[in-house]
């Protein structure tokens, strides 16, 4: 059965245009992968099949009765809400029931004997639904996904008390608890450590019904999907398989394209010449006719110019002393300890990965040895001649309605326009791009431009948390061969082992520190 058919979509920004003449075909239980690189039109696709944003042209049509389960991130919570109470939103018919059943038995004490067996029998048959619907396990079901997803800390927590990272795992296990007929997931991994991704690659492995996922984590992309949808130059193209599949199907399918392409050109050529010759013959003519129909009516095989890759090579300073930090009885946190007393030291020249669930405080930590957070008990000494470069997790929200050219020109002054694109350009920005406002860019163009702002500072030791964040796979690893390559020293957080054991001489594993995480909690 189809859930979704979109024919001859159009869509663009402006200038800009993202679709042309799409296609696209969804059918019940498929699980499929929106694959592109950054920029490419992948969001905006979700937003235009969930009505989030209207085409310019084509045909958009849902079958009527399947529920459609979609991450809106602007969804306004209720302030008095816990996040357990709004996790049990998702069963909010089964509550109607049971709340209508209550009120039934409620009536049946003053109900005449004719009215009774009506009633009684509309109870049963609402008692049934609730326990077909697994009412009685909802508590259960919330605990399950929380634990899963790693939030079990949060459920008695203010929803207005989330942080960003915390607020998309608790719409996720949402999401997840009302089973919708198609899921459309966003980037579902960016907040969830190992083990929670691992856990989410088993979920929807099993998921019974369909759903569509957007994810640069090619791993958990290959064990979850049997069919690509490939954006690319406008185009959607599909492919059967799962993501290894895709990519040697897409390789073999761009080298016949080109060889089509040559073959083609040959052929225009020899019509061509053809028709120029014996046109102007009077025995030739209706040949040389028949030749530049054969011209008009081909279809022209197109070959597009790849996108450029990006150069994410880092300015190097002096180098640094020999301890880049040392901590001394260290405890990191707000209000609480999220760490027992740590006594850690790095050294100059290694490249440290930070692993561990989400929210036991390696942002935290990072902040706390760079400054940005006063220690909640402890010290931290840093050594001599330290040039910093810091990339912090998410972008603010107040530099976004700048234009690029302009939000680079404010941390580069001296240099000219000139100068100011080629630094954009080397990290993979199109002129469209660079002439765009940052809050019309994807999550991976504007790690694009942050990470641009990072490369072409003198640094002799970076501080990282989660750069791959929203990367699509060429600019992942270019990062990760840049760092590779980077002489000074690093500190960075990362939930992808794919990109961090290219990168860390050492890896800490926060978990050994933490206290009051979820994991401690079910020990």
Not at 175 to 194: G, Q, S
Not at 336 to 341: I, M
Not at 407 to 431: H, M, S, V, Y
Request: glycine content about 6%; some cysteine; overall charge neutral.
């Amino acid at each position: 059965m189809s859930i979704l058919k979109v024919r001859n979509l159009s869509h663009g920004f402006g200038d800009r245009e993202i679709f042309n003449d799409v296609s696209f075909d969804l059918l019940n239980g498929e699980h499929i992968g929106l694959t592109g690189g950054n920029g490419e039109g992948k969001t905006t696709f979700l937003k235009l099949i969930t009505k989030n944003l209207l085409p310019d042209s084509g045909m958009i049509e849902w079958n009527s009765r399947v529920a459609i389960g979609y991450v809106d991130q602007n969804v306004q919570l209720r302030q008095e809400d816990t996040v357990r109470e709004y996790l049990r939103g998702a069963f909010s018919k089964l509550y109607k029931i049971e709340n209508t059943l209550e009120s039934i038995y409620k009536e049946i004490a003053y109900l005449k004997e004719d009215k009774l067996v009506a009633a009684l029998k509309k109870a049963g048959e609402l008692q049934e639904a609730l326990e077909q619907n697994e009412f009685y396990s909802i508590e259960s079901k919330i605990e399950g996904i929380a634990s899963g997803l790693g939030f079990t800390s949060l459920l008695d927590k203010g929803t207005h008390k989330l942080s960003g990272g915390e607020r998309s795992k608790v719409l996720l296990g949402k999401l997840l608890l009302e089973k919708p007929d198609i899921l459309l997931l966003d980037e579902p991994t960016n907040h969830l450590d190992e083990e929670n991704i691992t856990w989410l690659k088993e979920y929807l492995s099993n998921y019974k019904n369909a759903f569509i996922v957007i994810s640069h984590d090619n791993i958990f992309l290959n064990s979850v999907i049997d069919v690509v949808y490939h954006l690319e130059n406008r185009k959607l193209t599909r492919y059967v398989g799962n993501y290894e599949k895709f990519l040697k199907l897409y390789e073999e399918r761009k080298t016949q394209l080109k060889l089509d392409y040559i073959n083609q050109q040959k052929e225009i050529a020899r019509l061509e010449d053809y028709v120029r010759k014996n046109k102007a013959r009077a025995s030739t003519t209706a040949m040389a006719a028949s030749r530049e129909k054969r011209l008009e009516k081909m279809k022209r095989i197109e070959i597009v110019k790849s996108k450029p890759k990006p150069h994410f090579d880092f300015i190097e300073g002096k180098p640094s002393g020999s301890i880049i930090f040392e901590t001394k009885n260290l405890i990191v946190g707000y209000d609480k300890p999220l760490s027992k007393p740590l006594n850690l030291k790095m050294r100059r020249g290694e490249k440290i990965a930070l692993i561990g669930a989400n929210g036991i405080g390696k942002t935290t930590l990072l902040k706390s040895i760079i400054g940005i957070l006063e220690p909640f008990m402890g010290e931290v000494r840093l050594g001599q001649f330290q040039q910093i470069g810091y990339f912090e997790q998410e972008m603010k929200e107040e530099g976004k309605d700048t234009s690029v050219i302009q939000e680079l020109w404010n941390e580069f002054p001296k240099d000219n326009q000139t100068q100011i694109r080629t630094k954009l350009a080397r990290c993979g920005l199109t002129k469209e791009h660079i002439e765009s406002r940052l809050s019309s860019l994807s999550g991976g163009e504007q790690a694009k431009v942050r990470l641009c702002k990072l490369i072409n500072k003198e640094t002799n030791i970076l501080i990282l948390d989660e750069p791959t964040n929203h990367l699509d796979r060429d600019a992942k690893e270019e990062l990760a061969r840049a760092l590779k390559s980077y002489k000074g020293s690093i500190l960075i957080v990362s939930h992808e082992p794919e990109f961090y054991r290219k990168v860390a001489t050492d890896i800490w594993n926060c978990e050994d520190w933490a206290v009051n995480t979820d994991k401690n909690r079910k020990s």
